[in-house]
């Protein structure tokens, strides 16, 4: 399964729970511990970054979260500045369409677990291109402005009690 994250942006980034984020933030996406993508450094944005970004992920079917990090890259390297896990079942199954476009926002938490700013997605299930279109069992075919009725006819005989009164 393949699933589009569009990171869209983040909001009231700080560093170290008080210090707003100047500037150099960046997304790492983690599907599982082999699939993560990056998105662009935001050299601009600083607390309230925004990359609207799509990347196009592999999902294991095994996969339960999506892991959303917000890094940082400063003169030290670089740091995570907040964790969310989305939950596939935020996005993937229940009653809306394979397709559908969910808009989705997440509060990010920082190592000690406090509350650190929120990142906004876009996810889209990828449908499958390999899926058969469905097909009836027989055809219909239209002659000559109307419908070929000289095909095979089953039919399956119905007793009835019913019975005839005359008055």
Not at 12 to 29: C, D, I, Q, T
Not at 55 to 68: D, G, S
Not at 112 to 131: F, H, Q, T
Request: aromatic share 6%.
């Amino acid at each position: 399964m393949e699933a589009e994250i569009t990171v869209i942006s983040c909001e009231g980034l700080r560093m170290n729970s008080r210090k707003p984020v100047k500037k150099n933030a960046y997304v790492v996406v983690r599907t599982d511990s082999k699939n993560s993508e990056m998105t662009r450094v935001d050299t601009e944005g600083g607390s309230f970054s925004t990359w609207n970004q799509k990347l196009v992920m592999n999902l294991p079917a095994q996969a339960r979260f999506v892991t959303v990090e917000v890094h940082c890259k400063g003169s030290s390297g670089d740091r995570i500045i907040g964790t969310a896990r989305v939950p596939v079942s935020d996005f993937s199954g229940g009653l809306t369409p394979e397709s559908y476009l969910h808009f989705l926002s997440y509060r990010l938490r920082d190592e000690k677990g406090e509350r650190n700013g929120i990142v906004n997605l876009s996810v889209r299930m990828k449908v499958s291109v390999m899926a058969a279109p469905q097909q009836r069992m027989w055809p219909e075919t239209v002659v000559g402005g109307g419908w070929d009725c000289s095909g095979v006819v089953v039919g399956v005989p119905v007793h009835s009690s019913y019975r005839t009164v005359q008055v």
